[in-house]
């Protein structure tokens, strides 16, 4: 089968000819619909050496946003049947501890031993035609089409996860919500927000068609520049935002969510890009807290699903080949999406 692998650190994946996976015990083969490009892939072939935390060894499938149809089930595993359409949960823990027994491997013990830390990430993902995963990691599509649902395993579950914990800040009137950085992650963020809350949602980025887009989905728009907190906090009349979610997690960017902060507001730094931010007791909002959290549950992964089948979540693709990956991973490097770039492996 083809697969997009990554085979070397900071040097760009290729596209090749490997064997078709073999489901073990507990494990399922997935005909592949769509998986999702994402920055993190970015990150991996790119960014990361070896030995660097965080890095895992190549040769390995890249895809940790993955969709497919049953081909084939693993010794043991009943109760699917073949050609029936599921959302991968990327996420693989040890499996017995107690954070995987609540569905939280993100969060695993154990991680320090695990070879990989998801499908895509260590482990073969679903960048390619065929990809195995273990069966307790579907979440099930129904009639929703998988192509477009394929990003909502990252974009969709990790916003998603950081907005749920900060609920109790968003709950009552007059609440205000800002997201910071409107790729993938944001614009889903947008719509979450305000499928579940009763917030004003702000939302913030250097790109008109992205805020275009966010506006769409009912947020109030400031554009990046030197007036943007000013504009943010009168927006909310002076007083801040009670939830922040920065989706790039660069300095300035983190910087720019605290300082548009409430009293006992929360910030939640998502992005990966590794920022780094003063704190100081006479600078920071009494009581305002700064986080990070990282992707989510399986169960969350659920309740993501039950919010695109309901059409509260609308995942704004661009679909491609799968001989055109590098048109999309290119793309992505360069900024030049407008949405979430999903390979279709069988189009």
């Known amino acids: 089968m083809r697969a997009v692998v990554f085979e070397k650190f900071q040097t760009f994946p290729t596209l090749k000819e490997v064997d078709r996976p073999t489901p073990g015990p507990?494990?399922?083969?997935?005909?592949?619909?769509?998986?999702?490009?994402?920055?993190?892939?970015v990150a991996l072939y790119k960014e990361f050496a070896e030995g660097q935390p965080g890095s895992f060894a190549p040769?390995?499938?890249?895809?940790?946003?993955?969709?497919?149809?049953?081909?084939?089930?693993?010794?043991?595993?009943?109760?699917?049947?073949?050609?029936?359409?599921?959302?991968?949960?990327?996420?693989?823990?040890?499996?017995?501890?107690?954070?995987?027994?609540?569905?939280?491997?993100?969060?695993?013990?154990?991680?320090?031993?695990?070879?990989?830390?998801?499908?895509?990430?260590?482990?073969?993902?679903g960048m390619a035609e065929y990809m195995v995963t273990p069966a307790r990691n579907l979440v099930p599509l129904g009639d929703a089409d998988p192509v477009a649902a394929a990003p909502l395993a990252d974009a969709g579950l990790t916003p998603y996860h950081a907005i749920k914990l900060s609920l109790p800040k968003l709950a009552g009137g007059g609440r205000f919500a800002l997201v910071v950085g409107l790729g993938g992650l944001g614009q889903v963020a947008v719509q979450i927000l305000t499928a579940l809350t009763g917030a004003t949602v702000i939302a913030t980025d250097m790109k008109q068609d992205a805020m275009d887009r966010a506006a769409a989905n009912?947020?109030?728009?400031?554009?990046?520049?030197?007036?943007?907190?000013?504009?943010?906090?009168?927006?909310?009349?002076?007083?801040?935002?009670?939830?922040?979610?920065?989706?790039?997690?660069?300095?300035?960017?983190?910087?720019?969510?605290?300082?548009?902060?409430?009293?006992?507001?929360?910030?939640?730094?998502?992005g990966i890009a590794g920022g780094v931010t003063e704190w100081s007791f006479f600078t920071n909002p009494y009581e305002a807290e700064i986080t990070n959290t990282y992707w989510g549950t399986v169960e969350e992964l659920y309740e993501v699903v039950a919010m695109y089948r309901a059409g509260q979540i609308v995942p704004d693709v661009e679909r491609y080949p799968l001989d055109r990956f590098d048109e999309a991973y290119r793309k992505l490097e360069s900024g030049q999406l407008s949405g979430r770039a999903v390979i279709v492996p069988h189009a």
């Open 26 to 41: 507990g494990e399922v083969l997935l005909k592949i619909a769509g998986s999702g490009a994402c920055h993190s892939d």
């Open 59 to 125: 040769p390995f499938v890249l895809g940790h946003e993955a969709s497919g149809w049953i081909e084939e089930l693993g010794p043991g595993v009943t109760g699917f049947s073949k050609g029936d359409a599921f959302l991968v949960y990327g996420p693989n823990g040890c499996g017995h501890c107690k954070a995987c027994s609540r569905g939280q491997d993100t969060y695993c013990e154990n991680a320090a031993t695990m070879p990989w830390a998801a499908t895509g990430i260590g482990r073969d993902g």
């Open 218 to 270: 009912g947020a109030v728009t400031v554009p990046g520049g030197p007036d943007q907190v000013a504009a943010i906090r009168e927006i909310t009349g002076g007083r801040g935002v009670d939830a922040a979610f920065d989706l790039v997690g660069a300095a300035p960017t983190i910087r720019t969510a605290q300082a548009c902060l409430a009293q006992q507001g929360r910030l939640t730094v998502v």
